[in-house]
């Protein structure tokens, strides 16, 4: 989700959402967990289809009460209490957009399977495994294409998946990529699970820093990279690092919006310029 989607008083309310969300949900167990994650995922779903329900939901005006009554019928009158607490949080207070309540559903669903990960002592591993699933299908098109496919039903494209991960990555990271596949609300693949990797990575108060280079690091390298950019950042980060050796030397850094290109690709492309 764009923090532009929020308003500045929406964006200090899904702050808050989030904060109090991550100590709700540690204090579940991992089946507990598990549900919350999958109700959330439905009414994220849900949200997503109906457009007069998001706009109920996010109307400053309907009581809290009343949603909060709508939200236990929708989820079928048997939702875990840790759900509804915190969907009643969510669309109590400032008017946040329709588009970004289902946004924020979702995200809930997510950090639900980020405690469970965190407390099985799996987070980096998933963290890693979006990340790197993202680049996979942003270089291989066919594959791309496949999860992609208006014809190919969601019933093969789960099975692809399952054929893909099964076995090589964290049965988290699997369920998160499964939940991008069925319900991608408009998003590229590639650009949901990344978004789910540097929410994990928020999750443990760090970024993400993708380092591009021509050849691999080596591990004093990248500790020594990640000591300065930490420095420069103001707070820890993480390296994911992609090896392209068609930049032919030095490096290119993107935490978030910011790019930095030291690439020997591209001090060639500017001394081009200059003689043109």
Same mark, same amino acid.
């Given at each position: 989700m764009a923090a532009g989607s929020l308003p500045e008083q929406g964006r200090r309310q899904a702050s808050e959402v989030r904060e109090r969300a991550r100590g709700e949900l540690r204090r579940l167990d991992p089946a507990d967990l598990d549900r919350v994650a999958d109700e959330l995922?439905?009414?994220?779903?849900? =949200?997503?289809?109906?457009?007069?329900?998001?706009?109920?939901?996010?109307?400053?005006?309907?009581?809290?009460?009343?949603?909060?009554?709508?939200?236990?019928?929708? =989820?079928?009158?048997? %939702?875990?209490?840790?759900?509804?607490?915190?969907?009643?949080?969510?669309?109590?207070?400032?008017?946040?957009?329709?588009?970004? =309540? %289902?946004?924020?559903?979702e995200e809930l669903g997510a950090m639900a399977l980020f405690v469970k990960a965190d407390a099985a002592g799996s987070l980096d591993d998933v963290e890693d495994e979006l990340y790197r699933f993202s680049r996979l299908v942003a270089r291989e098109h066919a594959l791309r294409a496949a999860l992609t496919s208006a014809t190919l039903p969601t019933e093969r494209k789960l099975a692809l998946l399952d054929e893909l991960l099964s076995g090589r990555a964290d049965p988290i990271t699997v369920r998160l990529v499964r939940q991008v596949v069925q319900a991608p609300r408009g998003r590229t693949i590639e650009r949901a699970t990344e978004a789910l990797a540097r929410q994990a990575a928020a999750y443990r108060g760090r970024v993400i820093a993708e380092v591009t280079v021509a050849a691999p690091l080596e591990p004093a390298q990248a500790e020594?990279?990640?000591?300065?950019?930490?420095?420069?950042?103001?707070?820890?980060?993480?390296?994911?690092?992609?090896?392209?050796?068609?930049?032919?030397g030095g490096m290119v850094v993107r935490v978030g919006d910011e790019l930095i290109d030291g690439s020997v690709r591209r001090q060639l492309e500017r001394a081009r310029g200059g003689l043109g």
């Open positions: 995922f439905a009414l994220a779903g849900l =949200l997503t289809r109906e457009l007069r329900l998001r706009r109920a939901l996010a109307d400053p005006s309907l009581p809290g009460e009343v949603k909060r009554r709508l939200l236990a019928e929708l =989820l079928g009158g048997r %939702a875990h209490e840790a759900t509804l607490a915190l969907l009643g949080q969510l669309v109590d207070g400032p008017r946040l957009l329709p588009v970004a =309540l %289902a946004d924020l559903v020594r990279l990640g000591e300065v950019l930490g420095r420069r950042r103001g707070g820890p980060v993480r390296l994911q690092v992609v090896v392209d050796p068609s930049i032919m």
